[in-house]
């Protein structure tokens, strides 16, 4: 690799959820490399970050180019490389074969991936990095078969795991020049599906935090019973047990209430269910927030509360833990890599809200300073494991490493 010009590819960038990989890629850019970003859609969502708008205006979104931008695309890799082209859609036809045959994205994708061929050409990319082992490793993989730049990608969790075969994960990691994931639980969940002789290309990179938050004051937790949980409102999150042991907790005359920052699908369905078990009062919807808001919610609280139903390591833990505050959250993904009953939080069974209201009930009668020794040993963890600039090494140097194409 002569120059340091890399391409970052995921399917919506930038999004307030995919913080880290903005974090990421700046943190590159620290250290001297070029990095282009490209998201295959728009993002439809508002973007609540002034930094965030200012990504988007940095970012090329393929399926937002003119059409006959795309048309142009398609045409000229099929007509200046069709073998490469045919073998590209045999490629696609594969992986069409190994959903089985119940979505045609494969298909589009190989579209998809002649556009980013085009563009990645034009602007002298040598490498594609791709976050989330889908749609964007998909479209890497596809470009790299048309004879664009080799391909590396990062897998986060539930997006992976999932469904690994469906989504042609094998394949995948058989064809990148590496994967990184973002905790131990995600390389051992890798290396369920590849050969053994791969293993050596999975790498565990993790997220990073920005500086705000290892800048951030030391302070006790309140002593009022003020509780956040940081999370999209979706199905995998576990928020109809939260309010579930939430309301055990409120019959039992217990005092508090929760911070919910975020939104999603299920916002509708949570209120009906939180009014219905008698604790709408004591829920406050907070939507989402810029950094600067979930900081001071979770500050406000005296834990953060994951009680996820399925993840890979959710970075609002990392955050927690930066800002002194004690996590209780599912014993899922890798959250037991940061959360330890005892020692940072409290780490519960997923999906029993006996055992969250346990944990609940043991973080409200804790004292400030009990609090506080919780979570100075979590900030510990995340000042050795998480910092950002140290992941944009280990990503560079990986890049470096496996330039070239394949023989």
């Known amino acids: 690799m002569t120059s340091r010009r890399i391409a970052y590819l995921v399917n919506q960038y930038p999004k307030t959820s995919h913080s880290f990989v903005r974090r990421e890629i700046h943190a590159l850019e620290r250290l001297g490399w070029s990095v282009q970003r490209y998201s295959i859609r728009n993002v439809r969502e508002p973007l609540v970050e002034q930094v965030d708008r200012e990504e988007r205006e940095r970012t090329l979104v393929l399926l937002e ?9 398609v045409f000229s890799a099929a007509l200046l490389r069709p073998l490469r ?41 040598e490498r594609v990095h791709a976050h989330f082992g889908t749609n964007s490793a998909a479209v890497a993989m596809l470009c790299e078969a048309l004879g664009g730049p080799p391909y590396s990608f990062t897998a986060h969790g539930t997006e992976s795991f999932d469904a690994p075969p469906t989504i042609s994960l094998p394949l995948k990691i058989h064809r990148a020049r590496f994967v990184a994931t973002v905790s131990e639980y995600g390389r051992s969940q890798l290396m369920r599906w590849c050969p053994r002789n791969e293993w050596p290309k999975l790498h565990v990179v993790r997220c990073g935090l920005a500086a705000d938050y290892s800048l951030a004051p030391v302070d006790l937790p309140p002593s009022e019973k003020r509780l956040a949980c940081v999370a999209r409102l979706s199905p995998e999150k ?14 039992e005359g217990g005092e508090f209430e929760l911070a919910l920052v975020g939104d999603g699908p299920l916002r509708a369905d949570l209120a009906a269910f939180a009014e219905q078990r008698g604790v709408a009062q004591r829920i406050r919807f907070v939507g989402w927030g810029d950094s600067a808001l979930v900081q001071r ?40 890599e940061l959360v330890e009953t005892g020692q940072t939080g409290w780490l519960v069974a997923p999906g029993s809200p006996e055992a969250l209201l346990a944990a609940l009930r043991a973080a409200l009668a804790a004292s400030p300073e009990e609090l506080a020794a919780l979570a100075a040993r979590g900030a510990e963890r995340v000042r050795q494991l998480h910092d950002v600039d140290e992941a944009a090494r280990q990503l560079s140097a990986l890049f470096q490493a496996t330039s070239g194409r394949a023989a």
Request: net charge positive.
């Open 85 to 125: 082209f045919l073998a590209a859609g045999w490629l696609a036809l594969e992986m069409l074969a190994k959903s089985g045959g119940r979505r045609l994205r494969p298909l589009g994708w190989w579209l998809v991936a002649c556009v980013l061929l085009r563009e990645v050409r034009r602007a002298g990319i």
């Open 297 to 336: 919610e979770i500050r406000a609280a005296r834990a953060l509360v994951t009680p996820s139903l399925a993840e890979g390591l959710p970075v609002v833990i990392m955050e927690a833990f930066a800002l002194h505050r004690p996590v209780i959250a599912s014993e899922v993904g890798g959250i037991g």
């Open 238 to 251: 576990g928020l109809f047990v939260l309010v579930e042991a939430l309301a055990r907790l409120a019959a």
């Open 65 to 73: 180019l003119p059409l006959a931008t795309l048309a142009l695309a």
